[in-house]
Antibody, heavy 122, light 108 residues
Framework: EVKLEESGGGLVQPGGSMKLSCAAS????????MDWVRQSPEKGLEWVAE??????????YYAESVKGRFTISRDDSKSSVYLQMNSLRAEDTGIYYC?????????????WGQGTSVTVSS | EIVLTQSPTTMAASPGEKITITCSAS???????LHWYQQKPGFSPKLLIY???NLASGVPARFSGSGSGTSYSLTIGTMEAEDVATYYC?????????FGGGTKLEIK
């Protein structure tokens, strides 16, 4: 059974930092592309970042709104993906989901975690 | 950036009714990269249809998808109470990945 479990969310002040983690199980993690997607009432579902598989040189991509502030990384030995968030702003508030994509679905996000809530407020 | 516009934004359907949700893209997308998700209240989004018309595992056959180029649609053949949810289209053709604004489906 595929499982994605996010952790690390919480309350942080504007300008602060936070690191989210996503522990994966039930599939060959090293073959998967992993994304972070966030959701807020104001913006709906918003793609944040993607890290591809080792076969794709672990290439990373970011939404313009987070480029230069957020860093996505992965540890294939731990089947985990991370999102380091710096210089946080109020508009970064939302539920952050970890998602999996594979070649089978031509990289649709076929599994989502339960999400972790991030609140940026003073 | 490819903008996806869904319509309607909200709708209500009676049990047994056929419903169609549309997703319009600001530029042409390969049908291989247009996907649909279902999010029930209080839950994470779930993949519903991938590559325009392929049902994800466990999805009932009353769901179907079609389209090409800039115009795509999701159809529920006969509305059931368990289909109450918000539906999103998403394109994986280019970076940034983008989602439609969602269609909230309620039952009459």
């Amino acid at each position: 059974e595929v499982k994605l479990e996010e952790s690390g969310g919480g309350l942080v002040q504007p300008g602060g930092s936070m690191k989210l983690s996503c522990a994966a199980s039930g599939f060959t993690f090293s073959d998967a592309w992993m994304d972070w997607v966030r959701q807020s009432p104001e913006k709906g579902l918003e793609w944040v970042a993607e890290i591809r598989s080792k076969a794709n040189n672990h290439a990373t991509y970011y939404a313009e709104s987070v480029k230069g502030r957020f860093t996505i990384s992965r540890d294939d030995s731990k089947s985990s993906v991370y999102l380091q968030m710096n210089s946080l702003r109020a508009e970064d508030t939302g539920i952050y989901y970890c998602t999996r994509s594979t070649m089978i679905t031509l990289y649709a996000m076929d599994y989502w975690g339960q999400g972790t809530s991030v609140t940026v407020s003073s | 950036e490819i903008v996806l516009t869904q319509s309607p934004t909200t709708m209500a359907a009676s049990p047994g009714e056929k419903i169609t949700i549309t997703c319009s893209a600001s530029s042409s997308i390969s049908s291989n990269y247009l996907h649909w998700y279902q999010q029930k209240p209080g839950f994470s989004p779930k993949l519903l249809i991938y590559r325009t018309s392929n049902l994800a595992s466990g999805v009932p056959a009353r769901f179907s998808g079609s389209g090409s180029g800039t115009s795509y649609s999701l159809t529920i053949g006969t509305m059931e109470a368990e289909d109450v949810a918000t539906y999103y289209c998403q394109q994986g053709s280019s970076i940034p990945r983008t989602f439609g604004g969602g269609t909230k489906l309620e039952i009459k």
